[in-house]
């Protein structure tokens, strides 16, 4: 797939699961900023998609997308987004290609060149052949991604598969480490890169005939599954942080009503986009575990440092790099702007002052641990029998009050008075939620 259509298929799928399906197809198209023609092809490219990746299952368990979409999540541990990190972002071609160099390497160590004749005598019709520059370049990757490896010795290099390691581990140390890797998939950020390992081990489990193995033996549920759609944008935006470079792209802001526009190529069809177009450098990825979300932290020319939710970034591209003082200069200042963020506040900064209470003679104080472990940088500074005060300085107080919220009955906001009343006002609307019919 190109890279305009994964942004327009991420933001297509994101909307498709948060709203389960609710909007019909001009509610859709006009929320994504597209036609309602362009709608029913991308429709169309997903359910190729789904039939690719699931052909291997039996007729009986393939799954239509409709289905995929709207079935319940609680039915299975797998996150189903993942289907189009599967899919991966490659044109046919490239992904052809690729199937047949690792199959041919899976049985011996071939030559450049050997491989060259094989893709030209394999390829199916209507794919262009590939030039000897071309695997080079394809072999250049497979062995920087650690797929193959170079046999030493003299010219022409041979290549092989690159297995080793599960090759060299037991049946035992192979179910170890894919219970290792499936909980840490599951549970640790990002996701995606440990579920395609999960399943690559899996299917080299499953191929060992003699080896009978009782495979997801635990079950995890991922929370926020549909923000693992952006960890499509996630290695790019690191690797241009790492190379100290800019990067540009469309953002679509939470509060606009479109969340994607399609690029403007046909002037006779040019539409005015309600996106904006950034360019900035970036600084910094923070995920907030508490909403499953993705910030890009970065500086722009004139807007000093700005923050994005990484769901609004659509046609990333990167821009030259910056000299590293630069480079190193604002990042400082970005780490004191976010020095007593909560997240990533850059407000002005207030002191919260709250009192938890205890939950009770006998009970464990399971209270003060949860302040303990999540409080950050937050002291205790008075404790009495049945309460204690904990006190932090934060850039404002919008983005650590549903951590307060989270503890109900159990605390009282003490400071700062603007906080206080803001509670105080929540509490009253929730019981008026609740009062009696």
């Known amino acids: 797939m190109a890279k305009e259509s994964f942004d327009k298929e991420i933001q297509f799928l994101r909307m498709l699961v948060l709203t389960s399906g609710a909007y019909n197809r001009q509610q859709y198209a006009d929320r994504l900023g597209i036609s309602v023609h362009t709608f029913d092809k991308t429709m169309k490219r997903l359910k190729e998609i789904v039939s690719t990746v699931n052909q291997q299952l039996p007729e009986d368990k393939g799954k239509e997308f409709a289905d995929t979409i709207r079935y319940s999540y609680l039915d299975s541990s797998d996150p189903m987004l993942l289907f189009l990190f599967r899919a991966k972002s490659l044109k046919e071609s490239e992904s052809q290609r690729l199937s047949l160099l690792l199959a041919a390497l899976h049985d011996q160590p071939l030559t450049a060149m050997e491989l060259l004749d094989l893709c030209c005598s394999s390829m ?19 062995e920087q991604v650690g797929v193959i490896k170079k046999e030493s010795g003299a010219r022409p290099y041979r290549y092989r598969v690159y297995n080793d390691l599960v090759l060299g581990l037991s049946n035992e140390e192979l179910l170890d480490l894919y219970d290792f890797v499936d909980m840490m998939a599951n549970t640790q950020l990002p996701s995606v890169q440990g579920f395609l390992l999960r399943d690559g081990l899996k299917k080299h ?134 020095q007593h963020s909560w997240l990533i506040d850059t407000g002005r900064l207030a002191t919260v002052r709250i009192r938890f209470f205890h939950p009770g003679h006998g009970i464990p104080n399971f209270v003060k641990e949860r302040v303990l472990l999540q409080g950050q940088w937050g002291e205790i500074v008075e404790e009495s029998d049945d309460s204690f005060i904990y006190e932090i300085q934060v850039n404002g107080t919008i983005e650590i009050k549903p951590w307060i919220r989270s503890f109900g009955s159990s605390c009282e906001v003490l400071a700062p008075l603007k906080l206080r009343q803001e509670m105080i006002a929540e509490w009253k609307e929730i019981r008026d939620c609740y009062e009696s019919v």
Do not use: C
């Not at 199916?124 to 497979?142: M, V």
């Open 124 to 142: 199916p019709a209507g794919l262009p052949l590939p030039d000897e520059k071309t695997i080079r370049n394809d072999l250049k990757y497979l």
């Open 205 to 338: 489990m499953t191929r060992q005939q003699e080896a009978n193995y009782s495979i997801e033996p635990f079950l995890y549920k991922y929370n926020y599954y549909s923000r693992i759609l952006d960890e499509a944008h996630l290695f790019p935006l690191l690797g241009a942080i790492r190379e100290r470079r800019l990067v540009s792209f469309l953002y679509f802001s939470p509060k606009k009503d479109t969340s994607y526009a399609s690029r403007n190529t046909n002037p006779l069809f040019e539409r005015e986009t309600t996106g904006m177009q950034e360019t900035i450098l970036p600084l910094k990825v923070i995920y907030d575990h508490q909403y499953g979300r993705w910030y890009l932290l970065g500086h722009h020319p004139r807007g000093g440092i700005k923050k994005y939710r990484m769901e609004g970034l659509t046609q990333i591209s990167e821009a030259e790099a910056v000299d590293e003082e630069h480079f190193e200069d604002k990042k400082t200042e970005l780490e004191q702007r976010i």
